[in-house]
């Protein structure tokens, strides 16, 4: 585990060791991630202005349909253990509690706009921002929470070697109905063939998905209660973490 928790004022502070890697990409692995890096920016340039569009319309529906903000920001480790925000399109009611105070599950949040852009991908989009700014790429295992950190045995740490993705081995591979262990196993199985015939595959197998609308949609967070998940927030002098 590379994150400690100790609580100070109910918030969870964290003291972030150094990374340490688990397992070295070959010379080849290295220059297939610098040039990957070049082709992710390529696409997200030729891609930003239709992607923008149909932003633009998903978004009237969904703040038309409930109030709150139409981007949703979430604490994600990425390359290297880093914690990022990932954006999406918001897809769920932004209460975390019924009028009892009980905590609500994503499914009871869940709208109608939100079954459509989860169904579709197009929730996904914003992620062309987290592209650009190096913190992903199209292709890569998916970014887990922070809570996930605790979870993963060595050999899994493998994952964040390369830049988490859009879509990845484990999603061809029906995410929806893998355990959390046989997801990480996935993503161990990618790292070690990471390379463009591996990434290749994937493209021409998400894009068949895509269009089928079949497990196409972002299981991360199911069965958690949104008030449960574990959120950072950065300043100047330390990384702070909270639960949503």
């Given at each position: 585990m590379r994150i400690n928790y100790?609580?100070?004022?109910?918030?969870?502070?964290?003291?972030?060791?150094?990374?340490?890697?688990?397992?070295?990409?070959?010379d080849r692995q290295k220059s297939y991630f610098v040039l990957k890096r070049i082709i992710d920016f390529v696409l997200v340039m030729?891609?930003?202005?239709p992607a923008g569009l149909l932003m633009i319309i998903c978004a009237i529906w969904i703040k038309m349909e409930s109030p709150g903000p139409v981007i949703y920001k979430q604490s994600r480790t990425g390359y290297k253990?880093?914690?990022?925000?990932?954006?999406?399109?918001?897809?769920?009611?932004?209460?975390?509690?019924?009028?009892?105070?009980?905590p609500l599950s994503d499914q009871e949040r869940l709208t109608k706009?939100?079954?459509?852009?989860?169904?579709?991908?197009?929730?996904?989009?914003?992620?062309?921002?987290?592209?650009?700014?190096?913190?992903?790429?199209f292709i890569g295992p998916r970014p887990f929470l922070i809570n996930d950190?605790?979870?993963?045995?060595?050999?899994?740490?493998?994952?964040?070697?390369?830049?988490?993705?859009m879509s990845s081995w484990t999603s061809i591979h029906g995410r929806a109905n893998q355990s959390v262990e046989s997801k990480?196993?996935?993503?161990?199985?990618?790292?070690?063939?990471?390379g463009f015939k591996t990434d290749l595959e994937i493209f021409a197998k998400t894009i068949a998905l895509v269009f089928s609308q079949k497990d196409v949609e972002d299981h991360v967070t199911e069965g958690r209660i949104a008030a449960d998940i574990i959120e950072v927030e950065e300043n100047e002098e330390n990384t702070n973490y909270r639960k949503g």
């Open positions: 100790t609580m100070k004022n109910s918030v969870a502070y964290d003291y972030h060791k150094d990374y340490k890697p688990v397992y070295l990409l070959t030729i891609m930003l202005i253990e880093r914690v990022f925000t990932i954006y999406k399109l918001r897809s769920m009611r932004t209460e975390l509690y019924d009028k009892n105070g009980r706009s939100g079954k459509f852009v989860r169904k579709t991908s197009i929730d996904e989009l914003p992620q062309l921002i987290n592209i650009l700014r190096g913190e992903m790429s950190l605790d979870t993963y045995n060595d050999e899994q740490l493998i994952r964040f070697e390369v830049l988490p993705g990480y196993n996935h993503e161990i199985y990618y790292v070690k063939n990471f």
